[in-house]
């Protein structure tokens, strides 16, 4: 912890401070003051991309990120005629359990999660596994924006702006094994900077695991993702690794990523072991199969307001049947939900 | 009418909170989804309000004052209103009107089940609230009105199936909902001390 290396954390240690001006003021702070800690930011990369859409909050991007985000391929994959939702419904309307059960707990909370240094583990049917520091596991990436529909499977939806890169693009460099067949995902386990972890109540046997079919993680739409809105990723939405599969329920696209496993038998899931009965390991979005509790044929695209809910009939893969559907040829979607 | 003053405050502390969060939902403070979360705050103030007026036989017979059966029905009239709006949210803003949704939630889902057959005991229970219906009803009346305690139940049953991940806010109503009822039972009930000796007339005992 003593010893750093002076190129990197030089930049670094100057933006610590606007890092806990920048927590305070989102709790304690109104807008005045988040204007002056804005403009006491030093001016950056980031703070130039981050432009790119409308009151994006400035963050404190780690180096390795800063120096990737010029090179992003900015809007890789979009969405035709659907409006982005605004950066701060997308960063204080969010289910992150670790961090508690209301919409606005992970936004509130998740200061306290410390994403640098970060190291993830790969593991299981792999010719290289090991454990890298995030900034040598993201190296050989090309950043790429993905603007994706995201559908919860609490039937409310956004469209948000990832940066990332294609699973399929790690899966080459880690050399699976014939055995390889499915992909196996875990969330951070830290009850002491997560508050949701240490409840007496929780239903969930953390750490929060998911995973994906080998080849659904192939699929070129399914993204490790690093950044949102022109910036890294907010603590509450996942930050610093997060998964992002558009087609499936947000629930499969596990955030805060620490372990990544290739495995040859179906990883069991953290709300299947919940409830089975309403949480599948597919989740694929389906109009047609309802949540026993409710009707998945339609969703609140956020923001909904009050007098003019924004109520839209939900598409089928989410409106991704072209790229996805042949993954399920065969497969009974009511049975394997 | 006795205890103006303490009626008027029950009123005014009842009817604030369905106004506030309305403008709240307006001012654009309740997020994104606004009316989501007025229909989640609606039913548990709803359950608030009908433990709050299930607490009031006991806190009566642990100090003797009147005053908390003066505004019991009051408060459960309150009950039934935030259940109206609750209902009316979810009718609104989840469904958006979809009738034809409405029919096939109410044959599949089992929480809306019990939610509606707990507003369908509110309802009867609201109907007879007055005078009249005392009178006319007689000594059933009092039995009628122990379907509260179903109501209870069935509310928090309701609320359970909703909970998804983090059972510690369901418990605290739980118990407290288990502790009310607890205080019923004749062998409890004839247990609760006096904490304040003076004599006051009570006309109906629940």
């Not at chain 1, 030089?10 to 933006?15: A, L, T």
């Not at chain 1, 994006?56 to 390795?64: D, I, L, N, R």
């Not at chain 1, 049947?321 to 009511?334: F, I, P």
Request: net charge positive.
């Amino acid at each position: 912890m003593l010893i750093k290396v002076p190129k990197s954390s030089d930049c670094h240690e100057s933006d610590v401070t606007p890092e806990s001006l920048y927590l305070s003021r989102r709790n304690v702070l109104g807008a005045a003051v988040a204007g002056l800690a804005v403009s006491s930011l030093p001016r950056w990369a980031s703070a130039e991309d981050a432009a790119r859409y409308a009151d994006v909050e400035a963050g404190s991007a780690p180096s390795w990120f800063a120096e990737k985000l010029p090179s992003t391929k900015w809007g890789a994959v979009t969405v035709k005629d659907e409006a982005i939702t605004p950066f701060k419904d997308a960063t204080h309307y969010n289910n992150f359990y670790e961090f508690g059960t209301d919409k606005g707990d992970p936004a509130a909370n998740a200061g306290s999660l410390k994403t640098e240094p970060w190291s993830v583990v790969v593991d299981g049917e792999v010719g290289k596994p090991g454990r890298y520091a995030l900034e040598d596991f993201m190296k050989p990436y090309q950043l790429e924006e993905r603007i994706y529909r995201l559908r919860c499977v609490e039937a409310w939806s956004m469209v948000i702006p990832w940066i990332g890169f294609p699973i399929s693009a790690l899966l080459n460099v880690v050399e699976l094994t014939s055995k390889a067949k499915f992909i196996r995902f875990e969330t951070l386990q830290d009850p002491k900077t997560m508050p949701g972890q240490r409840s007496g109540f929780a239903l969930i046997d953390w750490p929060y695991v998911e995973g994906l079919r080998l080849d659904e993680a192939m699929n070129p739409l399914a993204i490790l993702a690093v950044g949102m809105y022109g910036r890294e990723l907010p603590n509450q939405n996942g930050a610093p690794l997060r998964l992002v599969v558009p087609w499936k329920y947000g629930f499969k696209s596990i955030k805060s990523i620490v372990r990544i496993s290739l495995v040859s038998e179906q990883p069991k899931t953290t709300w299947q072991s919940i409830a089975a009965d309403e949480y599948g390991f597919y989740a694929n979005v389906n109009p047609a199969v309802d949540h026993p509790r409710w009707t998945q044929a339609r969703e609140r695209r956020l923001p909904s307001g009050l007098f003019k809910p924004n109520v839209r009939d939900t598409q089928m893969f989410n409106g991704y049947s072209d790229e996805v559907a042949s993954l399920y040829t065969g497969l009974d979607l009511r049975k394997n939900y | 009418m006795r205890y103006p003053f303490w009626r008027v405050s029950v009123f005014i502390a009842a009817a604030v909170w369905p106004l506030l969060w309305l403008y709240q939902a307006w001012a654009g403070v309740l997020g994104p989804d606004p009316g989501k979360v007025l229909v989640d705050r609606l039913g548990l103030g709803a359950l608030v309000l009908l433990l709050i007026t299930l607490s009031f036989t006991p806190l009566l017979k642990l100090t003797g004052w009147a005053g908390w059966i003066a505004v019991r029905r009051q408060l459960g009239l309150w009950c039934f209103a935030y259940v109206v709006l609750h209902l009316s949210g979810y009718i609104a803003f989840i469904l958006g009107f979809d009738w034809s949704q409405l029919g096939v939630e109410l044959r599949k889902r089992p929480y809306i089940i019990v939610g509606v057959l707990g507003f369908l005991c509110l309802l009867a229970l609201a109907i007879t609230s007055n005078r009249y219906s005392q009178r006319r009803l007689g000594a059933g009346w009092k039995k009628l009105h122990r379907l509260a305690y179903g109501v209870l139940g069935l509310g928090l049953l309701h609320m359970l199936w909703i909970v998804r991940a983090d059972l510690k806010e369901w418990a605290v109503y739980a118990s407290i909902g288990a502790l009310l009822l607890v205080l019923r039972l004749p062998p409890v009930a004839r247990r609760i001390p006096r904490l304040i000796a003076k004599k006051t007339p009570s006309a109906r005992k629940a």
